[in-house]
C-alpha cells in the first residue's frame, strides 16, 4: 500500500487583520456573558473574554461598587481569568462596559435564559 502524506493545516486568512480598527484596544474578538443557576433562584453571572490589558480586579471593584453585588476573578483553566459576580448582572455588565469604552455592542454575546 502506497504511503499517505498527511497534509498540513493552512489557514489562508491567517495573516490578515482581525480589523483592528473595529475593536477597541486590548480586547479580544469577542466578550461572553453568561449566567449559571446556583441552588434555589440564586444565580451566578460570569464574563469571559476581557483582554489582559485591562486589570480584572480593579473592574470586579467597580462592578462590585456600582451594581451592590459580590464578585471575584477565577482562574480557569481553559478560559483563563474569568470574572464571577453574584446575581442576573448581564444587562448591567453591557451597558457598563459600553459606558468605559471597553467594548462595542457587536463584541458582547450574552448566553443564558
Do not use: W
Not at 479580544?28 to 449566567?35: G, S, T
Not at 453574584?86 to 454575546?109: A, H, S, Y
Amino acid at each position: 500500500m502506497s504511503s499517505i502524506q498527511n497534509l498540513q493545516s493552512f489557514d489562508p486568512f491567517a495573516d490578515a487583520t482581525k480589523g483592528d480598527d473595529l475593536l477597541p484596544a486590548g480586547t479580544e474578538d469577542k466578550i461572553h456573558i453568561r449566567i449559571q443557576q446556583r441552588n434555589g433562584r440564586k444565580t451566578l453571572t460570569t464574563v469571559q473574554g476581557i483582554a489582559n490589558d485591562y486589570d480584572k480586579k480593579k473592574l470586579v471593584k467597580a462592578f462590585k461598587k456600582k451594581f451592590a453585588c459580590n464578585g471575584t476573578v477565577i482562574e480557569h483553566p481553559e478560559y483563563g481569568e474569568v470574572i464571577q459576580l453574584q446575581g442576573d448582572q448581564r444587562k448591567n455588565i453591557c451597558t457598563f462596559l459600553m459606558e468605559i469604552n471597553i467594548v462595542k455592542e457587536e463584541q458582547l454575546k450574552v448566553h443564558g435564559f
